[in-house]
């Protein structure tokens, strides 16, 4: 299974991009890396999802580099509503489907 | 309207008792997750199941039990051999491509609390 590293805590403030990096020397080929926001006494919610090169959304952009052990959510233009814990996983298909949370990062934005 | 629905909100249990925890979900997701987070933590795998009538066990299974006789419903029991079960309880299902686990949908939670 592919292990995950992230920061255990950023600051920003409103207005600003905001990059954090999750690292994940071990992934597989089929592996797909997908990164959630959650609030505090709510279920985390899905923001993005990638296999390589870059991908972006209404809400965010998610950059992969050819060999993929690292990926970045970038969330431009932060308010204070982006405060959250962000997590990154990476998908476990040969691992049985077995998909796990690490601690994720959290985020506070600062007016 | 589809999504997963987990209930009670809160529940309180006494020392000794077994507690059961609903999670429903009509998205008609094949696999469906249960997860433990305490405060300040991230989540924690306790069971989980990608097809009825099966399910395996997450890192933290010891204490807890879960059954899946029905696509929609993945209930999970908290029984009086899991010594410090006060916390936040997530249910989720997931989205599937390519038989691959790829969006996850999850429910609002259910806090347990023991008393």
């Known amino acids: 299974l592919a292990k995950t590293t992230q920061p255990i805590s950023m600051d920003s403030y409103e207005g600003q991009e905001v990059n954090i990096t999750c690292s994940h020397n071990?992934?597989?080929?089929?592996?797909?890396i997908t990164w959630y926001q959650q609030f505090p006494s709510q279920g985390p919610r899905f923001i993005i999802q990638g296999y390589k090169t870059k991908v972006t959304n209404e809400v965010a952009s998610l950059f992969i580099p050819a060999d993929r052990k690292s990926s970045t959510l970038s969330l431009p233009r932060v308010s204070l509503s982006d405060t959250a814990v962000y997590y990154c996983?990476?998908?476990?298909?040969?691992?049985?489907?077995?998909?796990?949370f690490g601690a994720g990062t959290r985020l506070f934005v600062k007016a | 309207d589809g999504g997963i629905t987990q209930s009670p909100k809160y529940l309180f249990r006494k020392e000794g008792q077994n507690v059961t925890l609903s999670c429903e979900q009509n998205?008609?997701?094949?696999?469906m997750y249960w997860y433990r987070q305490d405060p300040g933590q991230g989540l924690r795998l306790i069971y989980y199941?990608?097809?009825?009538?099966?399910?395996q066990k997450g890192d933290i299974a010891e204490g807890y039990s879960v059954s899946r006789e029905k696509k929609e419903s993945f209930p999970l029991t908290v029984t009086s051999a899991q010594k410090n079960p006060t916390a936040f309880y997530l249910c989720?299902?997931?989205?599937?491509?390519?038989?691959?686990?790829?969006?996850?949908?999850f429910g609002q939670g259910t806090r347990l609390t023991v008393v």
């Open positions: 996983l990476v998908g476990a298909l040969s691992g049985g489907f077995k998909t796990i």
């Open positions: 199941s990608q097809i009825v009538n099966d399910f």
């Open positions: 071990n992934i597989a080929t089929n592996d797909y």
């Open positions: 989720a299902s997931y989205d599937r491509f390519d038989g691959m686990n790829t969006e996850a949908f």
């Open positions: 998205l008609n997701h094949d696999a």
